[in-house]
């Protein structure tokens, strides 16, 4: 499995920043109030990020002991940590997109709204930064008996033709 790749990460906040500042604009344009996120979803996000880390705990310290675990629980670990990334990025990029469209407006904004997509941000980057942690700790060591791949025509490797000396 190959873990979770910072550019992915990127796109998705940049998507979702773009989705937080049209939000934003369509509700004003339709005569509404702003969206300001709940000051205990920054929360929700921390609890996750301890919840991810949490779980892939236990299976570093089985790699690092070789001793064997339940490979289930293993899977759920680093599925937790993988989501858990992706939604992280998801909501620091919506959260940019939501302060970002309050900074633009020519009026100044509440500090309430600001404290609380400031919030949201922070605790989004921390659980994403605490899921790649987490898959992290999910990665086994390499295998001293895999050896390297071999190209797709199957030609033998210079060990194995007698050279390689």
Known sequence: MKRTSIGVLVVLALLATGAGFLLDHVLTVMGRVTF?????LPLLLLLIAAAALSLAW???ASVRKGI???????????????ASSLLGAIMAGFG????????SRPVDPPVGSTVAMLALI?????????????EQFCTLPKDPDDSEPRD??????????????
């Not at 064997?68 to 993988?82: K, N, S, Y």
């Not at 922070?122 to 987490?134: E, K, N, T």
């Open 152 to 165: 797709r025509a199957g030609d033998p490797g210079p060990a194995e033709l007698g050279g390689g000396h």
């Open 58 to 60: 236990p299976v570093r």
């Open 96 to 103: 940019a997109g939501l302060l970002a469209f309050l900074l």
């Open 68 to 82: 064997r675990i339940d490979p289930f629980r293993a899977t759920r670990a680093v599925t937790l940590a993988r």
């Open 36 to 40: 300001t996120p709940s000051l205990l």
């Open 122 to 134: 922070g605790s989004a980057v921390v659980l994403a930064v605490a899921a790649l942690v987490a």
